[in-house]
């Protein structure tokens, strides 16, 4: 009895888009329960995709690997095997394993083609990797099951607006924005679950930023607040919304500061994509913006961006990032002069190289890569003549560089 309540309790919480509640009470539910009760198998999906949407990707795959091999098991039915692979399909989209993504799906897929939550994360998949034609195969599946009835219609509903609108965002074209805009009817719906109604104000904030409706973008931003720190689905970080929220209303000290949360939720979640995909949003703002040093750290997260999406042959997102290097190489430089071509964002780094600071410090601290740490000390190493950190420390001091 007491895990059925503590099961009953982390459905309802995660329904409610109460995230840690849902994780406590499904961790308590799995620690109680035995492998032949079935209570296990629903808190452990709600428990990491819950801890997903939080971005503790490390919490969440023990759980997803668990659900993942039950399908393999003769007696689980044949519907929840294709749900029970949402997780594990779900957390390798997010770390940028398409292969995985693909896999995992094609399983789950195959067993059920109409599944909402493996078709949504499929759809952005295909779209981020630049294969549109194939994406509007598996959205217009996602419309077909948002048109038939019961539950998967349900869950289509709030999937469908979120893909189209994430979408939207990767390719840059407007296409079937109205069907988005449909999440209207789910959030006046008194009834809606929170989580649906969540959903549903999060697409339409990234349809108001792609309108570039002001009005609309502050009451989003409202209601998103307080989700910051979260993901919505395997689509976009809260975080970014509210970035690119504050830009359209013309806040770019705050869209900056959201972004900069964006950065480190990202890092610390191991999400590439959704971080490469912010460094280049926030590139923006800060090219918007042109304050003293933004010019600098734009070149450096369109560089990260970059990197990110080459690795991941994020083909949408690496054509962006190309045109956004040209345009900011091409304004000119407002960035004080440093001695020995030093830019901005590497005089930030030999100050903390100076005040004793280790590579891994020094990325938290910027809210940079460790690699790209050992690539710009390098540069000031040769730059500076210096052959160790301690002399690129005395060069600091004497050209009044040091911290």
Same mark, same amino acid.
């Given at each position: ?22 994780? /406590? ?9 035995? /492998? ?224 900069? /949360? ?27 913006? /042109? ?113």
């Amino acid at each position: 009895m007491e895990v059925h309540t503590l099961t009953n309790l982390t459905v309802l919480s995660g329904q409610h888009f109460q995230l840690q509640e849902c994780v /406590d009470n499904g961790l308590k539910a799995i620690a109680l329960a035995t /492998d032949e009760e079935n209570s296990i198998r629903t808190s452990r999906w709600w428990t990491a995709m819950s801890l997903l949407y939080l971005g503790e990707l490390d919490a969440a795959r023990p759980h997803a690997l668990f659900l993942r091999d039950l399908t393999e098991k003769r007696n689980t039915p044949r519907l929840y095997a294709s749900n029970a692979l949402t997780p594990i399909t779900s957390s390798s989209c997010l770390e940028g394993d398409w292969i995985a993504g693909r896999e995992y799906s094609d399983r789950g897929l195959e067993i059920s083609p109409l599944t909402p939550m493996l078709l949504s994360p499929r759809v952005l998949l295909e779209d981020e990797t630049g294969e549109s034609t194939q994406g509007k195969v598996y959205l217009e599946r996602l419309l077909e099951a948002m048109s038939g009835a019961g539950l998967y219609k349900m869950l289509a509903s709030t999937r469908v607006p979120v893909a189209i609108a994430a979408i939207t965002r990767i390719t840059g074209i407007p296409d079937r924005l109205e069907i988005a805009e449909a999440a209207k009817a789910i959030v006046s719906v008194q009834s809606a679950l929170p989580n649906g109604s969540r959903q549903a104000r999060s697409a339409l904030a990234l349809v108001a930023v792609q309108r570039g409706d002001q009005a609309a973008a502050e009451e989003h931003y409202a209601d998103l607040i307080e989700l910051r720190g979260t993901m919505i689905l395997t689509a976009i970080s809260i975080d970014r919304i509210l970035g690119l929220l504050s830009q359209t209303m013309g806040n770019l000290d705050q869209a900056a500061a959201h972004f900069e /949360d964006g950065l480190a939720f990202c890092h610390r979640a191991g999400y590439r994509p959704e971080l490469a995909w912010t460094c280049c949003d926030y590139a923006d703002t800060l090219s918007l913006r /042109d304050g003293s040093g933004d010019r600098a750290k734009s070149i450096a997260l369109l560089d990260e961006a970059l990197a990110i999406s080459t690795e991941l042959g994020m083909r949408p997102l690496m054509e962006r990032v190309a045109s956004r290097q040209e345009l900011v190489q091409a304004q000119p430089s407002t960035a004080p002069a440093y001695p020995d071509g030093l830019t901005q964002r590497e005089v930030e780094v030999l100050g903390l190289v100076a005040a004793g600071k280790s590579n891994a410090d020094i990325a938290v601290e910027l809210v940079i890569s460790p690699n790209t740490v050992i690539r710009d000390v390098s540069n000031i190493l040769a730059k500076t003549g210096s052959s160790n950190r301690t002399e690129a420390a005395g060069y600091a001091s004497q050209n009044g560089l040091a911290e």
